[in-house]
């Protein structure tokens, strides 16, 4: 719907932008989208800074559409955009925000879902926590992880195909739904397909899945590019239309053909499919590599010529940083959820066992099930504070490389595999035989979520000048900061393990108030960090006030003349 | 984090927004958000069109960002955000976007998630759906339904909390988080008080927890204002913070107040206590209708007096459709998940069963969950063409006043509801006894969610010049396409309702099969009407071309000179 955030997300998804056309065709255009994209290529050149500022304020779509925002100014329409909303929502003509943001959410519960058969694993209190259950554990956690990772190539190939077509329709939208709803049905597919290793069936209902995505992903595009008034303007106005649309189908269409062969193969000889459906699910990740090795050896990037723009189009493009975004934010969520769900479901006693069991009182049937609460807590802790070291780290990121997608998907995949900590924890809370193992699990998962996270700012930190803010760049005021934030987790969750190692007497107990001490540690580190960088600051003779005292340095504008350069 | 979508969600929050700081004080406040919100009253007030025009730009902070953008072009900054954010990012403020999505999607899934308990209740197929298992339901859904009348509470104080707060930094993150934590626990709350209706401790935890989230909410309000540059600029440069910040407190402080003396009484005389609780629910919906009766008696809104500034700040201001819109989307994403999460779990065959049942043929195992399957595609169309019918919905709304915030909540709880649905229609697919039973109260669900879309609509007829894009109001391009989208649900379950009482012969597939094909129904319509409007438009003379053939309307710049005038 938002003039402004149709912008962000083209914007965030063409920063490798050819010299568009001339403002005065973007005014031609009817589309918001058109004339925002004709702002942002305006800016992209016309923007003071280094040649890498038009793409980073690309990819700060919705972080930093300020400098884009002279347009209108410019062409002189200030209630232009009305009538251009009017008139799209009269052509039936929609940003395609909304719809975006509700597929991540879709997308993302979809991938963290399958958690759920790995958490309902039944193990009896009395059922030792032996080598059969871990194998059965062992194999629906590896169904998880994979049903993660198609569903964010799923999703990954979502973005690249919306990142061309720039608005939609009634029709685009129901073509979406429909895309969503085979999305969704991935999951079951891949289950059958490990439950029944053997049976062809399981295989052939994936690919068939992976094929209809295609299809309709397909149709998507060709029915975009027949009303080219719904590509993104970048699109819509150049010359090389036809190109783009085999480049995008080049992009669409391998996966659906390699699975067709597998769909084949299953019938008369699966392992061949196998090796086809790996093949599929881990391209996408090997590509993109390739493309940021690419990328790496082109050095520094240049706006490309405009023959050139077709192939950079989708190697060199960075994620939407919007839509990581969501995506990440929606498996938090959802992580969150899942807690308090088992919460709801298992832990409110039933009216006959209360008065069976515990005499009629509430009070100790709910004492009965108090590690559950404690552990509720301090996984929900956890989650909580991931998300916000996970939305730290992003605010100060402007640019999200491929590699970092990457890791982005490999952290949030842990993530989702928190909830089984927390069952873990919570149902072997009674055994003490069985409890440090638990509690190791526990650790490993929040270990590998966090630790992914803290891959993500070093990697980040390796092309600093193109993918973080100044501040929190190598001694900027927030590197020192961003750094020990990033490293309370892995640092936590390595201690816990010791200590489940070392001492005999640690409990899930102490773990779980582990974890809920955590956030006040955070607030510690700040603090301590505030005064360290405090304490620096006086021997540099106060270089840097704002760090020190945020509040009045805000309230007056003093600040302002102390201003970093943005680059 | 988004400048722009700092702006946005301020902009939404003060429709009723005073002749504001001049820009130069704007400029010198260190937020964009200050500099969003002093374009957003230079717009409001310089902007073309009727009064309300800066109301409505406001409130389509998202939406229509783009008369506002003049503002960095102005004060000549271009590339002061990036500063700005650094700076913002450096003393640990943040715009409070991302945290504010992320709660939208933590609490929609919260809302929603206690409809599972009532779709688990568990009915062998051998039972008759007879009455005791009718009024286990029954109180199940009323559980639910309360639970998400409670947490639309919570999330309506959210949302005013984080219009007072403009941005924030790490303390309010955690101190958002773990009021977050404590709503997740209301549901566990409710449900041990619907359990033990006469134990008064479900009560008294239930208080306890909305006496938290008071507590955490005054101590963020006490926070924020303590270190003003965290409140969105206009009450930061207001004089009159202090009489905003005991105005807030006292929009936040009575449901707990009530709650803390409901626990009191709980502990000698219950019933007292259910009065107040009630009080405390249904108060602000109560509040909203007098608010909105005085907005109505008000008459055309004026920007107000200075002085009326802190009376009229709470009562005349209408919801930030942004944050409606993201609540809603988590309700619908979480909705259509529910489903196919059931269906992971309980339709993938045990290898076991598949050799004894089904002599080891899969697809005999799989023929007999078809009717889920069935069910599943069914109830995933209604979900997603509800949701699309919603979004075109507010598509052509451009502020949501608090009876539409109402309806719509209404709207939701019975999109949670369609589990259930799912639930009654998949487990009884094979009794024909109680086939059609179940196929009624999916008629029930699906007609009221959809009712309620319906009321939203009509409700916004009603004042349709103030909440109303021009193309979507009475005569306008997309009136009369709009009506008939939305009529389309309502009708076709009375349809199917009465189907089941005429025909003795429909069955669950039969609706399943009229659910899926409703989608190309809404494309037939859109067809239909686009002919019909052409045909008027024949005789009148081509009077809106772009209306019959959006394409090469789109394309060529033709339709400018068509456009109407904004309002």
Redesign the interface.
Known sequence: ?????CR?RFAGGHPSRPPGPPPTAA??????GARGAAAGQR?GHA???FPQ?GIAAGM?G??????R??????DGQ??????????E??????CS???L??SD??LS??AT??I??VT?TEISPEQEFDRSVQKLLATRIAVYLMTFLIVTVAWAAHTRLFQVVGKI???L??LN??C??TI??L??TF??MV??PE?P??IFLFCMCVIAIGAVQALIVVYAF????LLSPQIAHSAHRTLYRRHILGVILPGPALCSAAAGFSLFCYPVSYLLMAAVIFLPYVSKAAGWGRARLGGPREPPAHSLEVFTFDLHEPLSKERV??FS??V???V??L???D???D?????KD?KEKFQGS??AA?GASGPHFLAY?GS??TV??L??SH??L???IRKATRPMGLLNTLSLAFVGGLPLAYQQTSAFARQPRDELESVRVSCAIIFLASIFQFAIWTTALLQEGETL????RFG???HAFMFAKLALYPCASLLAFTCTCVLSRFSTAIFHAMQIAV?FT??LL?LLVRLALAGLRGLRGLA?P??AR??R?????A??PL??A??
Chains 1, 2 share one sequence.
């Open positions: 719907m938002s003039g402004q955030l962000g005014a031609g255009a009817p589309s918001r800016n923007g003071p800074g500022r700060r919705r972080t930093m559409s300020g400098p925002t002279p347009e209108p100014a410019l200030g209630d232009s955009p009305t009538g251009s909303r009017d008139e929502a009269a052509g039936g003509m929609q925000q909304r719809m943001s509700f959410a879709l519960i979809i879902v399958m759920l058969p309902h329709d009634d029709t939208a129901l739904l429909a969503m709803m969704t049905f999951p079951f289950s059958l439950t029944f049976v069936l399981g027949h009303f080219p008034h975004e969501a934010d929606g938090y969520a959802i969150a959820t807690l308090i769900l919460i709801c479901e832990n409110v006693p039933d009216a209360v509430l009070v709910l807590f929900f802790a909580g504070l998300w916000f939305h730290s992003f605010l100060h803010q100044p501040s929190a900027g005021r927030e956030p955070f607030l700040r840097l704002a760090q945020p509040a340095g805000a309230v007056d504008g600040r302002s201003l970093p943005p680059c």
